[in-house]
């Protein structure tokens, strides 16, 4: 990935940190949930094993947290994780461990940065067009936090407290488990079925055609159970295995039989 790492920076001013650099204190980040970057500078200032990962020595000085935070944007800015992901599964289907017929798709909640107390209600209400049940204003378009309005209130399970949230999917071939694609996005309760549908294309490219059989199926639970990406997955001649929910108003999406999944509720 030098080519892409080289078009980010400029040969001139001064000195950055290195995008590789870059890219494995992230996946640290990541692996040991550590929540914030003075963190991380703090976890790689006396821990040799980050040290070593990271490549830097053990008299080598720590990076500013506001130089690591300005390159890391940077970095997300370009798109280069998305490409280290592909980069990935380039070298993965060259050892034959990818399967091209077989997913699954999965979402989960990603706490955000900020803290419920910062959720106040909005100076000017904006519809979005879009109501709840019984017609009520969506809380989204009352309060947002005024430290990270992105963030919403969100919550999977009834019986769950709302968090303020953002919402991370994955797709990955059923063969090895190797996640093939991934995707963030606002927290909403149809947003799983739309990045599943995304990242479906991404991976097999949008194949419709009415009327023909395929042997590539895509396995979900009953968080997908709607209509909409059901029939999305059908016209891209993927066999939907969704959990099945046959309870109250879902009565009506009712799966074939050859789509319907083992785990039934």
Not at 131 to 159: H, M, N, Q
Not at 177 to 190: F, I
Not at 213 to 235: C, H, N, P, W
């Amino acid at each position: 990935m030098d080519a892409q790492f080289d078009e980010l920076y400029s040969a001139t001013g001064r000195p950055s940190i290195a995008p590789e650099r870059l890219l494995r204190a992230m996946l640290l980040m990541v692996l040991f949930s550590i929540r914030s970057e003075r963190q991380l500078m703090e976890q790689i200032n006396y821990n040799l094993l980050f040290r070593w990962f990271v490549g830097l020595e053990m008299d080598d000085p720590i990076w500013d947290v506001t130089v690591f935070t300005k390159n890391r944007e940077r970095l997300i800015g370009g798109a280069v994780s998305q490409q280290l992901l592909e980069s990935v599964l380039v070298e993965a289907r060259a050892h034959d461990l990818l399967s091209e017929e077989h997913f699954a798709v999965d979402g989960t909640l990603i706490q955000a940065w900020a803290s419920a107390r910062s959720f106040k209600d909005k100076s000017i209400l904006r519809l979005q067009g879009r109501l709840g049940l019984g017609g009520e204003v969506l809380l989204r378009d009352k309060v947002e936090s005024k430290t990270d309005p992105d963030a919403r209130l969100y919550k999977k399970a009834t019986a769950d407290k709302s968090v303020p949230s953002y919402q991370g999917h994955a797709l990955t071939e059923n063969r090895n488990g190797l996640v093939v694609a991934a995707e963030a996005s606002l927290a909403a309760a149809d947003a799983e079925a739309e990045a599943g549908i995304k990242m479906l294309d991404r991976v097999l490219g949008p194949t419709a055609g009415p009327g023909a059989e395929s042997a590539i199926t895509l396995g979900a639970d009953t968080g997908y159970q709607q209509e909409r990406f059901v029939e999305a997955l059908r016209k891209r001649k993927v066999a939907p295995h969704v959990s099945e929910y046959v309870k109250g108003n879902l009565q009506k999406n009712r799966l074939r039989p050859e789509e319907r999944s083992d785990a039934r509720v």
